[in-house]
Nanobody, 124 residues
Framework: QVQLVESGGGSVQSGGSLRLSCTAS????????IGWFRHAPGKEREGVSC????????DYGDSVKGRFTISRDNAKNTVYLQMNSLKPEDTAVYYC?????????????????WGQGTQVAVSS
């Protein structure tokens, strides 16, 4: 059974940083991605970033490029999302998800399993 557990959310002032973690278990696929998505009240769910567990290839949403960095530690089955220069508009519930695949995709409906989410709040 695939399980994803997010951690690291919290409250921070504008310009601050947070690091989110996503620890996976039960994945038996040979090629897969871990993606981060966020959902703010009144907005559509947005793809933030994704990374291939196999070759480390990544993709980022336009709104976070240059500020967020995704990385992986395969020994710990964990993917990290380092978020710098945070803005109030980054406030959302952040989810990690996983999908089988060889190419980076930031479309939520392409992902098969999801975590419960972690709240990030950025104040001005």
């Amino acid at each position: 059974q695939v399980q994803l557990v997010e951690s690291g959310g919290g409250s921070v002032q504008s310009g601050g940083s947070l690091r989110l973690s996503c620890t996976a278990s039960g994945i038996t696929w040979d090629y897969y991605f871990i993606g981060w998505f966020r959902h703010a009240p009144g907005k559509e769910r947005e793809g933030v970033s994704c990374i291939s567990i196999n070759d480390g290839s990544t993709d980022y949403g336009d709104s976070v490029k240059g500020r967020f960095t995704i990385s992986r530690d395969n020994a710990k089955n964990t993917v990290y999302l380092q978020m710098n220069s945070l803005k109030p508009e980054d406030t959302a519930v952040y989810y990690c998800a996983t999908r089988v695949g060889l190419w980076p995709v930031l479309t939520a409906n392409e992902y098969d399993y999801w975590g419960q989410g972690t709240q990030v709040a950025v104040s001005s």
